[in-house]
Nanobody, 124 residues
C-alpha cells in the first residue's frame, strides 16, 4: 500500500511560480512511475506530467511543456512539480499518483494510488 500526500498549492498571480511536493510512503518507491494530474472545477481530470523510475524518463502534457518540470528524489520518497509562468487556466486541484507497474501513462486509470490533492489558484 502506498500513501501519497501533496503540498505546496496556493494562490498565485499569473506569471508566478509554485512548487508542488508529493510525499510517498511504502516501498519500493523508486520502482513506481509517478504522475501529476489536475482537475479544474466542472472538468475531467487531466494528465500533467509523469516520471518513470529513473529520473531521465519524463513526459508532459502539451499545455504545460516548457513551463512545468517534474522531478523525483527516490532517497526521500518525494516527487515534485515545479510550475513556472503560471496561467489562470492552470487553476485546478493537483493530484499526485503512483503506478506500481512503472509505466507512467497519461491515463488516470493507469495509476494505482492517489493523494487527496492540493489546490492551485492562479489569478489574472
Amino acid at each position: 500500500q502506498v500513501q501519497l500526500v501533496e503540498s505546496g498549492g496556493g494562490l498565485v498571480q499569473a506569471g508566478g511560480s509554485l512548487r508542488l511536493s508529493c510525499a510517498a510512503s511504502g516501498r519500493p518507491f523508486s520502482m513506481y512511475a509517478m504522475g501529476w494530474f489536475r482537475q479544474a472545477s466542472g472538468k475531467e481530470r487531466e494528465f500533467v506530467a509523469a516520471i518513470r523510475y529513473y529520473a531521465g524518463n519524463l513526459d508532459y502534457a502539451g499545455s504545460v511543456k516548457g513551463r512545468f518540470t517534474i522531478s523525483r528524489d527516490n532517497a526521500k520518497n518525494m516527487v515534485y512539480l515545479q510550475m513556472n509562468n503560471l496561467k489562470p487556466e492552470d487553476t485546478a486541484r493537483y493530484y499526485c499518483a503512483a503506478d506500481r507497474r512503472g509505466l507512467g501513462s497519461a491515463f488516470a486509470d493507469g495509476y494505482d494510488y492517489w493523494g487527496q490533492g492540493t489546490q492551485v489558484t492562479v489569478s489574472s
